[in-house]
């Protein structure tokens, strides 16, 4: 799954975690400001996400996982499953955290680590040596 003792593995970890700091404030960026201009904090959601995956396809596809085949539909549907696990993660919060700012970044942080794995293993391979 993870190759712990690969300089390889951490290094595209690296490259994946930079990566995913801009795409977080890219589609952060865009949640807190359509919430701010008054938009449904769902409705913002879908709306920041949406951006984001095109954003984050450019990101990942040529810098943390430069000279992989990636497959867009499958990164598609991969965010399409994203999104899902992100909304009602939101919903849940909301519950208990007043702020749907703080909550939205909750969500946008917690899902990271399991969108690497599946970047890794479903979107992203690696072109046979």
């Known amino acids: 799954m993870f190759e712990w003792k690969s300089g390889k593995e951490w290094r595209r970890l690296f490259r994946y975690y930079q990566a995913g700091l801009i795409n977080m404030a890219f589609g952060f960026g865009l949640f807190a400001l ?5 938009l449904n904090i769902y409705v913002a959601q879908i709306l920041s996400h949406i951006l984001g995956v095109t954003f984050n396809y450019f990101t990942y596809s040529r810098y943390a996982f430069a000279g992989h085949d990636g497959k867009r539909l499958r990164f598609i549907l991969s965010y399409v499953a ?12 909301m519950r208990f955290i007043k702020s749907p700012y ?10 990271s680590a399991a969108n690497y794995f599946v970047l890794k293993f479903l979107v992203f391979q690696e072109h046979p040596a």
Request: glycine share 12%.
């Open 82 to 93: 994203n999104y899902f696990f992100n909304l009602v993660a939101l919903a849940i919060l």
């Open 102 to 111: 703080l909550a939205g970044l909750i969500t946008t942080v917690g899902v």
């Open 34 to 38: 359509f919430v701010r201009i008054g």
